[in-house]
Every structure is written in structure tokens, then in C-alpha cells.
């Protein structure tokens, strides 16, 4: 069997061209004569592959000086506790809960100190982004937290929230790289990578340099505090070492696609075959508040389970795989990252227009 158009959620679809790379690379990295698997951290050849990685990350995303790129493990979940532990000054922090992401960190936090879940939209099944343009702010919050594409209901803020003065965090697990971001913007800018960059194991965190510092919360372990892993450059201990490697591969595969801009208009094209179809099908509908749509996770359902059940099995039979809806809502998500070649979104489109045809 060859390659299948690969809709899932994460991990996801990488750039083929930087898995046929890293397959050549596998045997002897440039010369080395053995796999980055096998490499020392140390080494002078690992060093340039990070070195260049987060070079190249700071010139896709215009990252500014003053703001530390970390490479970590863990994933985007033990964030939910690594940002409350080291940014939770005054003990209080504002969350906004639109999915169950950012329903687990704000749970999550409110083992360290007072969160306040300022706004939700759990009301409609996560379907909207609530308004967050003149939010109850709490005045001794540390900071402001959202998720700003929620993977699991396929929102995506189109604005920030306004949040008074208080630094904004902000899990990008699912959109990172997927359009230009005004990092300046952000106190925290952190994601998986497992989504839209590279292998899982990998979580990058953004953060501007003076929020790390060593007033964190008691009892924070050396290996959870910003500042051990920002010291060391990301090589405190061991880094997921070849996730990081792939990572830099996907960055250069993205600043040959022309970059963030490019990235934009193409995943807005994308997105746009597969939103048109669903407004006009008579089978198959969105889920969500089109005003709030997300360019990268497309959640739809026909409105009939066994129906939809029917559609992801004959869907996988015909090489489009892993379209099912996420465990905790049902119907269909297509998660059409970076990675998804516009012919895959074509491909679904005609799928579904025939799946239509037959069971309307
Ligand atoms: C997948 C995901 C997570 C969880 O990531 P892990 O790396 O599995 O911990 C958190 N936030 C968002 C937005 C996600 O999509």
C-alpha cells in the first residue's frame, strides 16, 4: 500500500519530502557515519541541528530577541502544570475555557493557585469562540491562559482577547506554523508538535525572558522550571533529540513554501474547498460557528451516527484515514494541517459528494 491521505487530529501528516530526507539521513547523518538517533547531544554535529532549528523557527515566526525558545518534553499537557507553577506570582490566573484542552489546563492549575475560568462556551458543546473583547480581568492575575485553535471542536480565535495589561498564554498546539503570529503579543507561546511540525515528544515553548526567573512555586522540580531548561539552552539533559531534528527539517521544508504568509494562503484555500462544500451539501454539515471556523481542524457530521459510522469506514477503504470525529463528540473531523496537500482536501471533497450521491 502507498501513502493514504492522513486526516488525523495527531499525530499527524508530515511533509513527505522531510520523511524521504530524514529515510536518506537514517544510516549516516552528513558524514557522521551514524543516525542522529545514535548521536551525542553534545556532539558538534547535534549542536548545529539545534542551533539551526531554532534559528530558523525565529525566522518563520519573526520570534523577537528578548523571547527564549525552549525545547521540551512532556507534551503540551505537562505545560497545563509547567505554566502555573513558574508564571503564578500572585497565586490567581485567568482562564477561558473553549474545549476540553483548555478545560484540562485550567484544571490543572487550579492545583497551584486560584484559577478563574473568565469565560466559556461549554454552554454550546464548545461550538464558538466565546467574545473576548472586554473580558472580567481579574486585577491579580498573573496572566491571561487560552487555547487558541481547539482541535478537538475546530475553533480558532481570529482575534485576541483583550487582556487588560495581563500577559497572554496561549497552547498553539494545533495551529503553530499555520499562519503568521505577532509573538510580541504573547507572554507564552507554546505547542505540541505532534500536530503540525514533527514526531510527537517534542513541546516548544516561547516565552519572553523576563518571565523566567527563579520565583517560582515551592517545591517546583529543577526539570519543570523555565529557567533550568532556558540556562542550558534546551540541553539541561537529554532533548528529545531526532524529534528536534525533524522539527528542523519542517522548518526548512516551511521557509522553502514561502513561509508563514504562504502558509496562510494556502491552508485558507484549502479550508475554503472543503467549508464551500459543507454549506452547500444537503448530507453533510459543520459543526461549528462559521465565524470561528478553523483553517486546520474541520469537524462535520450527516446527522445520523450509523450513517457517519458508514462514512469512515468506506472513507478508510478508499485511502482517506482517520476521518472519525474525536471519541468525546462523534461525527467526522478532518484535521487538514500543514502537511495535507490540497489534493488530499480535493480528494475528500469528491469522496464525500459521491458518498452523498449514494445515500442521500
Ligand atoms: C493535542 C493537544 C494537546 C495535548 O498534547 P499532548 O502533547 O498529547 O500533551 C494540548 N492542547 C492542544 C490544543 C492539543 O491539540
Not at 548521536?39 to 556532539?43: D, I, Y
Not at 518534553?73 to 505537562?78: C, D, E, I, L
Given at each position: 500500500m502507498g501513502r493514504v491521505y492522513n486526516f488525523s487530529a495527531g499525530p499527524a501528516v508530515l511533509p513527505e519530502e522531510v520523511l524521504r530526507e530524514a529515510a536518506e539521513e537514517m544510516l549516516d547523518y552528513n558524514g557522521t557515519g551514524m543516525s542522529v538517533m545514535e548521536?551525542?547531544?553534545?556532539?558538534k554535529a547535534y549542536k548545529e541541528i539545534i542551533e539551526t532549528a531554532e534559528a530558523d523557527l525565529r525566522e518563520l515566526m519573526g520570534i523577537p530577541d528578548n523571547y527564549k525558545v525552549l525545547f521540551l518534553?512532556?507534551?503540551?499537557?505537562?505545560q497545563f502544570a509547567m505554566i502555573p507553577m513558574n508564571l503564578m506570582k500572585n497565586g490567581e490566573a485567568d482562564y477561558i475555557v473553549t474545549g476540553q484542552w483548555a478545560k484540562k489546563a485550567y484544571q490543572e492549575a487550579q492545583k497551584y493557585g486560584k484559577a478563574n475560568k473568565i469565560a466559556s462556551s461549554e454552554d454550546k458543546t464548545f461550538s464558538y469562540i466565546p467574545d473576548v473583547s472586554d473580558l472580567p480581568v481579574s486585577e491579580n492575575a498573573d496572566y491571561v491562559y487560552i487555547c487558541e485553535n481547539n482541535t478537538i471542536y475546530g475553533t480558532k480565535y481570529k482575534e485576541l482577547p483583550d487582556t487588560k495589561g495581563k500577559i497572554l498564554v496561549s497552547d498553539v498546539s494545533s495551529c503553530f506554523l499555520s499562519e503568521p503570529v505577532e509573538v510580541e503579543k504573547y507572554g507564552v507561546i507554546y505547542g505540541g508538535v505532534q500536530k503540525n511540525i514533527g514526531p510527537a515528544g517534542v513541546v516548544i515553548v516561547i516565552i519572553r525572558e523576563d518571565l523566567i526567573t527563579e520565583d517560582v512555586l515551592e517545591g517546583t522540580p529543577t526539570m519543570l522550571k523555565y529557567k533550568t531548561h532556558a540556562d542550558a539552552e534546551s540541553l539541561y539533559n537529554t532533548p528529545p533529540a531526532y524529534g528536534i531534528y525533524i522539527c528542523g527539517k519542517v522548518f526548512k521544508w516551511l521557509k522553502k513554501q514561502g513561509g508563514l504568509e504562504a502558509m496562510k494562503k494556502y491552508n485558507d484555500k484549502k479550508a475554503k474547498i472543503l467549508y464551500d462544500f459543507l454549506d452547500e451539501s444537503k448530507l453533510f454539515k459543520g459543526t461549528v460557528e462559521k465565524k470561528d471556523r478553523s483553517l486546520m481542524n474541520v469537524p462535520f457530521v450527516t446527522g445520523d451516527e450509523e450513517l457517519d459510522a458508514k462514512f469512515v469506514k468506506e472513507s478508510q477503504a478508499a485511502g482517506l484515514v482517520n476521518l472519525k470525529g474525536h471519541r468525546t463528540v462523534g461525527g467526522m473531523r478532518a484535521s487538514i494541517y500543514n502537511a495535507m496537500p490540497i489534493e488530499g482536501v480535493e480528494a475528500l471533497v469528491a469522496f464525500m459528494r459521491k458518498f452523498e450521491e449514494e445515500n442521500l
Open positions: 548521536m551525542s547531544h553534545r556532539s518534553q512532556g507534551g503540551a499537557s505537562q
